[in-house]
């Protein structure tokens, strides 16, 4: 007699908690701008367009760039997409899956985008850690530049965190620990192993280049407190360090959803050793508005270029014809 399927139900209290945490962040947030509102009338403030304008235009910069970077390695990884559809997957998989507790989205995303493309599944799964663990690496190495050129206490507490962080992450740089991994998963489910195309110089120039790509977010993040509240040169290194940090600091923080409190909360700190803790931390929360809206607006704007321009196997679910997927 045949069984009937047994419905699996998963608890909705993990994601809840999740979401309690990041609000309860915030809050946090919100309660030391109450108490600094005195310090705030004090301010004069002026809304620099300029200022603003090019941090939009540099934090836009940084995705696009993120998402070509990407283009660049599905392409040494003979994916076989183009340049539109990778930066559009990179973009989407990232823009909405941070914002689900866990992260797990951020991966389960990317896979789908590339669920019947002419490349193997795992390959990309190889690549999505790959990327990860190269934004981790880069970021370290602009944490210590940064302490380098301006050896501050609140920059260098960041030092010992980032060498581990990249103890942890170099050898996954290297492509055959990388295969190691991807193919050990491969076997746990049950899958045929795979031979990733990709060389070690590739990797490295591909983590390089995401060190170089976040140096446009942490401009972007200058102008945008500079538009708010004048900014000394002899402190942009600093700002865009601390910016850095605290993207990264969202990124490890699983239990938060995009990051949402501790970014905030680890920019308004770092900046605290230059403004005023209230103005620190209007200029912390600005920078989540800033992030959400060029994002959003980037996003809709790749989107509706993909559908308008969408060729034969250039969409989502969709391939040349007579194209095998390698899955």
């Known amino acids: 007699m045949t069984q009937p399927p047994v419905t699996k139900f998963s608890s909705p209290v993990p994601k809840i908690l999740r979401w309690v945490f990041a609000l309860g962040l915030i809050a946090a947030i919100g309660v030391v701008l109450f108490r600094n509102l005195a310090e705030l009338r004090t301010h004069e403030f002026e809304l620099r367009l300029v200022p603003l304008t090019m941090a939009i235009v540099f934090y836009a910069l940084y995705l696009l760039g993120r998402g070509a970077i990407w283009h660049l390695l599905m392409r040494w990884n003979h994916a076989g997409t183009s340049l539109r559809f990778d930066v559009t997957a990179w973009l989407a998989s990232v823009t909405l899956g941070k914002y689900i507790p866990g992260k797990i989205a951020l991966y389960a995303g990317r896979v789908y985008w590339y669920r019947d493309e002419p490349i193997s599944g795992l390959v990309v799964s190889a690549c999505f850690v790959l990327d990860a663990v190269a934004t981790l690496v880069s970021a370290a190495l602009i944490i210590f530049v940064a302490c ?63 060190a170089a790509d976040w140096m446009f977010m942490g401009l972007g993040a200058c102008f945008l407190v500079h538009a708010v509240a004048p900014l000394a040169s ?20 699983i239990f938060a959803p995009g990051g949402l409190g501790v970014r905030e909360g680890v920019f308004a700190v770092l900046l605290g050793a230059i403004f005023p803790a209230g103005l620190a931390v209007l200029l912390a929360l600005i920078s989540r508005l800033w992030l959400t809206a060029v994002e959003a607006t980037v996003l809709g704007f790749l989107y509706v270029l993909h559908i308008g321009m969408n060729g034969p196997g250039d969409g989502p679910g969709r391939r040349p014809e007579g194209a095998s997927s390698a899955k």
């Open 234 to 253: 002899a402190n942009v290194p600093f700002v865009a360090a601390a910016f850095v940090i605290s993207s990264v600091s969202g990124m490890i923080a």
């Open 148 to 210: 380098l050129i301006m050896p501050l206490e609140e920059l260098e507490r960041f030092r010992v965190p980032a060498i581990a962080m990249s103890a942890i992450c170099l050898p996954f740089i290297h492509p055959r620990p990388l295969q190691a991994l991807v193919n050990l998963g491969a076997r746990l489910l049950g899958r045929e192993s795979v031979k990733l195309p990709v060389s070690f110089t590739q990797c490295l120039i591909f983590t390089l280049l995401l």
